[in-house]
Structures are given as C-alpha cells and as structure tokens.
C-alpha cells in the first residue's frame, strides 16, 4: 500500500485528506509542521509528499528544498491556499513535481496523486496519524 505524507498545519485539512486518501487505498501519515515532516521523511520509505507551504516553525519551501537535497525519489505536491504565479515558480524550481491551489477539489487531489502513484490494492479503511 503506498504511503503518503501530509505536511500543513490545519488540523482539518489533514483530517479531511487523510479520511480521502485511505479511503482510495493509501497509507497516510501526517505532520503539521517542518521538523515533523523532516523527521519522518528521512526515516520512513514514502511514495508521495504533499507539502503546504505554510508551515508553523518553518516553509514548506525550506522542506522541500531539503528533501530535494538528499531525497530526489519522492514525487511531491506542493498544495498551498496561498498560491502566487511567483511562489509556483519557487516550488517548481525548488522541485515540486506538481503545483497546486487548496481551491482544487479533494476528489481531484486525489485523482492527481492517484496519477502519481499507483494504489494496487484497495483499502476500505485505515488509521491515520494526527500530530
């Protein structure tokens, strides 16, 4: 089962994708902030990070650069309710694999990860970690 990690830190956003993202098969954890997110990137095998930009204690940029340094296997979305043209361009040159607004529709977030990585088998249910 493919697992992805989400990083924002809205309680209710986590919520609500981890709820959608188990529902489609996926393994989820998630962090609510930069330090969170980093420890578990680095000691858990992920399949996706989906990475808001606005973190408490830190930028999702400053993640995501991180990752990029040691870690260039791990597609990533940045998907940020914040979302410029100047701060897609950051993200995308920072290496985002994909750039999207928190306006988009869960199921098409979903349908965009789906696109990403490959669920094999599907899970009904499963438990997600809140932080």
Not at 26 to 45: C, D, N, R
Not at 91 to 118: C, F, N, P, T, Y
Request: charged share 30%; proline share 4%.
């Amino acid at each position: 089962m493919p697992k992805i990690l989400i990083v924002d830190d809205e309680v209710r956003i986590r919520e609500l994708l981890c709820k959608a993202l188990t529902r489609e098969g996926f393994e989820v954890a998630s962090a609510p902030g930069a330090a969170q997110a980093l420890e578990i990137i680095f000691k858990e095998p992920l399949d996706l990070l989906l990475l808001d930009v606005g973190l408490a204690g830190g930028s999702g940029l400053s993640v995501l650069k991180t990752v990029r340094e040691y870690r260039k296997d791990i597609p990533i979305i940045v998907y940020s309710g914040i979302l410029t043209p100047e701060l897609e361009k950051e993200a995308r040159e920072a290496g985002a694999d994909k750039v999207l607004s928190k306006d988009v529709d869960v199921m098409q977030l979903v349908a965009h990860i789906k696109s990403m990585v490959k669920v094999e088998e599907r899970v009904s249910q499963g438990v997600c970690e809140q932080e």
